[in-house]
């Protein structure tokens, strides 16, 4: 070990000031160690796999068709892939994806007790809150919104490229593909806070990750007012077509677009600043944890 | 600068886990040198580094790191540089990307963070691993990059838990002489180690914990000498250990008394070891006895760790 003093070695130029200029630049630095180990990291591999789910399934559609007479009918591919959205991508391809990848944000490094190297730096815990959970969207978004779009073109893969492209221009199919992706984009947000909340209040956060699975799940069954306490209700209502719930389902109106979007981010906001409270007075005490 | 702001200062902070103590009512003023946390299994030394840095909140009391709350992690961590004793890495990084994406967070531009950490693994001596993967790293090669990493952004304060651990010895006393020149640059450096001869060797200043209090604090020699139910043993070394020792129970400046296993010398007990050091020259010349060497053999970290707080538990 060298005991030649760092001064004379290098030149540094000393640390910003405290600012907001300062947060932004730890917000970025944040955001890309966490964004590249939320793609590339070993713990991304489940989400990656459960993104293909839904690709695989299109994939099937496309190459094992269920009728040669329904090949032709655009109505019929659109219906086939709101369920195959509703069902699989939303309430369990997001849904599960969200809760590994934001749980994981700070329950994998306390798991890995790993978590005090970035309690130890020289940033505010709120503004590591902010970068993590950034990073988590970004990274959820470039997982789902491909898995999104790929699957929508593997849905409308078998039709004639003619009749495809009627659908999509005169049906108003590339707003319905934007409203998908739409959708997605706020279900990473939305489900996104609610884990990297989750993560960080409780000790064990499977049992109310499945609480909520469960609330989100029955939603369907829920009266209207309570319909409106999910966030699957405001995805839904965003959808641009409508998926029949089943015979037993409690019908509630759709929530407009304006009331939709801006309840789901505030909730999000709400949330990252809990978070950022919960880290603010988190102590490290791996062995309790 | 007020007198507060080149101090760490705990004043009558306690740490309670639950109903559990961790530490309780310390009041500690730490100046820049070298101050050694030793204490058996338990007895709050983590704990003290913890709350210092803001791992973990106290219970009660203040805490102030040269004139810092722990509250205040954006100030507290430019000044301070803590290598913790948990033996974990960010999964799948090398030892230089540990190093210098935590420099990134501090807001340091990339190329100084990249500068910063080459010039800290350097310091460690790492320099020729640290494009390989942590995790994969030797015991001694982990405690090097973590000590790189506490060090890299130029920290005024230095918490090191245990960090000879799983050194070897030459990496050691590598380690011990970069502590050492860390303090003369005037950091100070709170280190936690289980290796009383060394702490012994390096520290300027020792805080003796037991069971989450602090039983005493200090320069080893000035604890020694307060220790007055503890007599001091000396070894005179001269050619009439027997002659030498009537004379000095005479003067009443010995309790006790020995002679040596090898004959050429006497194992004495003095409870006023001042007077007893300026008298026995004279004690000696008028006796006609040569003196060959007088050393204290339990004034050393080790008695006064066994005196306080006893051999049972062992420190660690």
Redesign the interface.
């Known amino acids: ?6 001064e004379r ?2 030149e ?2 000393p ?2 000031p ?1 600012s907001l200029d ?1 947060w932004i ?2 917000i970025r ?2 955001f ?2 966490e964004l590249k ?1 939320s793609l590339i ?2 713990r991304a591999i489940l989400t990656w796999l459960l993104a293909l789910m839904p690709v695989a399934i299109a994939l099937g559609m496309a190459l094992f068709p269920p009728s040669a007479r329904r090949l032709a009918d655009p109505d019929a591919r659109t219906t086939a892939w709101a369920l195959l959205f509703e069902l699989l991508v939303l309430r369990a391809v997001i849904f599960f994806g969200c809760a590994w990848s934001f749980l994981n944000l700070f329950r994998g ?1 306390i798991v ?3 978590l ?10 709120e503004v ?1 809150v902010v970068g993590k959970y950034l990073a988590g969207v970004v990274a959820a978004t470039l997982i789902y919104v491909p898995t999104v779009l790929l699957s929508i073109a593997l849905t409308y893969l078998p039709m004639k490229a003619g009749d495809a492209w009627t659908a999509l221009t005169t049906g108003g199919g590339f707003k319905a593909a934007l409203l998908y992706l739409l959708v997605t984009f706020l279900a990473c947000v939305g489900y996104g806070a609610v884990y990297m909340a989750m993560g960080l209040f409780f000790r064990n956060p499977v049992f109310p990750a499945l609480l909520v699975y469960g609330w989100e799940f029955i939603n369907f069954l829920l009266p209207p007012i309570l319909k409106k306490l999910s966030i699957v209700h405001y995805l839904q209502s965003l959808a641009p077509v409508r998926v029949s719930e089943g015979p037993i389902a409690i019908i509630a109106e759709p929530t407009a677009w304006w009331i939709s979007v801006p309840t789901l981010l505030i909730l999000s906001a709400v949330l990252v600043g809990l978070s950022g409270w919960r880290l603010r ?1 988190y ?4 062995g ?1 944890d | 600068m007020s007198a507060t702001d080149d101090r760490i200062v705990f004043d009558d902070v306690s740490k309670f ?1 639950g109903e559990i103590l961790g530490v309780n009512r310390v009041t500690l003023h730490v100046t820049p040198g070298i101050t050694s946390l030793v204490g058996p299994n338990g007895s709050g030394k983590t704990t003290i580094m ?1 709350l210092m ?5 106290a219970s009660r009391g203040r805490i102030s790191v040269l004139g810092v709350s722990p509250d205040e ?6 000044l ?1 540089g ?1 290598c ?1 004793q ?1 033996d ?5 990084m090398t030892g230089f990307e540990f190093v210098a ?2 420099l ?6 990339r190329r ?1 963070a990249v ?2 950490a080459e ?2 693994i ?4 790492l320099t020729e691993a640290m494009h390989r993967k942590a995790a994969g790293y030797s015991k001694g090669m982990r405690q ?1 990059i973590r000590l790189a ?1 506490s ?1 890299a ?2 920290p005024r304060v230095l918490i090191l838990d245990e960090p000879l651990n799983g050194l070897d010895p030459i ?1 050691r006393s ?2 011990i ?2 502590f ?2 860390f303090a003369a ?1 005037g950091l100070h450096l709170i280190i936690s180690s289980h290796i009383l001869h060394e702490v012994d060797m390096m520290s300027d200043r020792v805080v003796l914990l037991n069971n989450g209090y602090v039983v005493a604090e200090g320069g080893v020699r000035g604890m020694r000498d307060e220790m007055s139910e503890h007599p001091m043993q000396v070894l005179v070394r001269c050619d009439q250990p027997a002659s030498l020792a009537a004379r000095l129970f005479e003067k009443g400046l010995v309790v006790e008394a020995g002679t040596h296993d090898d004959g050429r010398g006497l194992l004495i007990q003095t409870k006023d070891a001042d007077r007893f050091f300026s008298a026995i020259g004279e004690v000696a010349v008028a006796a006609g006895i040569q003196l060959e060497s007088i050393a204290p053999v339990d004034d050393d970290l080790t008695a006064v760790y066994q005196y306080l707080i006893g051999s049972g538990g062992g420190a660690s």
């Not at chain 1, 005090?116 to 815990?125: M, T």
């Not at chain 1, 102590?283 to 791996?286: A, G, L, M, S, T």
């Open positions: 070990m060298s005991s030649i003093p760092q070695v290098v540094i130029r640390m910003a405290l300062l630049v730890q630095s944040i890309r160690i180990r990291g070993k490094e890995d007790r790993s005090h190297y970035s309690l130890l730096a020289a940033v505010r815990r590591l007075h102590e490290i005490r791996y309790s | 886990y913890n840095t803001g791992l973990l909140r992690p954006e100030a507290l961590f430019r301070i803590y913790a948990f974990s890495f960010p999964p799948g994406s935590f990134g967070m501090y807001g340091f531009a100084d500068r910063l010039v800290a350097e310091r460690v001596g090097r990493q060090i952004h130029r990496a590598e380690a002489a970069l050492r020149s640059e």
